[in-house]
């Protein structure tokens, strides 16, 4: 069993930055893909950022390429999401997710049912 905990969500304003962090433990740790999700009031779980664990694959839906950073601290077990420029079309609950398995491909890695594991999420709302 695998938990993880999400921490950094808040409020922000348009055109600042924030920086969220997941932190993954269990008695063994053996996650091939982590990914960030986020889900606005109303609408679908929507693909944000994914990571290969063991390897240096990222994944980045369009509407965030270039704005946020996915990334990871092996040591810590920790992944974290940059995320800058943010826009109020960010705001939404992001989770953290972590799958035991997975290819390295953007299909699976984008697709929430990949996923074994999901933190509770964080809100993070941007202001306009």
């Known amino acids: 069993q695998v938990q993880l905990v999400e921490s950094g969500g808040g409020l922000v304003q348009a055109g600042g930055s924030l920086s969220l962090s997941c932190s993954a433990s269990?008695?063994?740790?053996?996650?091939?893909?982590m990914g960030w999700f986020r889900q606005a009031p109303g609408k679908e779980r929507e693909f944000v950022a994914a990571l290969s664990w063991t390897g240096s694959v990222t994944y980045y839906a369009d509407s965030v390429k270039g704005r946020f950073t996915i990334s990871k601290e092996n040591a810590k077990n920790a992944m974290y999401l940059q995320m800058n420029s943010l826009k109020p079309e960010d705001t939404a609950v992001y989770y953290c997710?972590?799958?035991?398995?997975?290819?390295?491909?953007?299909?699976?890695?984008?697709?929430?049912?990949?996923?074994?594991?999901w933190g509770q999420g964080t809100q993070v709302t941007v202001s306009s």
């Open positions: 269990g008695r063994t740790f053996s996650a091939k893909l």
């Open positions: 997710a972590a799958a035991r398995g997975g290819l390295a491909l953007y299909r699976i890695a984008a697709h929430p049912g990949s996923y074994d594991y």
